[in-house]
């Protein structure tokens, strides 16, 4: 049974930073694309960044240059490095899989076949 368990959220102060983390098992997730996502109140689940099975990152436009997506196939961990982080950027992030070879990692919820349950990220201003 695949699973995704997110972890490293928190309360952070206005240009502080925080790294997620997300562990993937039941599978080999070498040929996955994997997503962050975030959803804050009253809003709709937007994609945040992805990676693909070669490495190969994208990003929403408001986080290019604050955050930066890895992946460790030995451990079968996605990594979400937060810097800079704003007020807006408070929310549930999301850890998602999907089996692709894309050349992209997707920015719809809908190519996703796994999903974390969230952790929640507060940054204070």
């Known amino acids: 049974q695949v699973q995704l368990v997110e972890s490293g959220g928190g309360l952070v102060q206005a240009g502080g930073s925080l790294r997620l983390s997300c562990a993937a098992s039941g599978t080999s997730f070498t040929n996955y694309a994997m997503g962050w996502f975030r959803q804050a109140p009253g809003e709709e689940r937007e994609f945040v960044g992805g990676i693909t099975w070669s490495g190969r990152t994208n990003y929403k436009d408001s986080v290019k240059g604050r955050f930066t997506i890895s992946r460790d196939y030995a451990k079968n961990t996605v990594t979400l490095m937060m810097n800079s982080l704003k007020p807006e950027d408070t929310a549930v992030y999301y850890c998602?899989?999907?089996?692709?070879?894309?050349?992209?990692?997707?920015?719809?919820?809908?190519?996703?076949?796994?999903w974390g349950q969230g952790t929640q990220v507060t940054v204070s201003s």
């Open positions: 998602a899989a999907t089996r692709t070879t894309a050349f992209y990692a997707s920015r719809e919820r809908s190519a996703y076949d796994y």
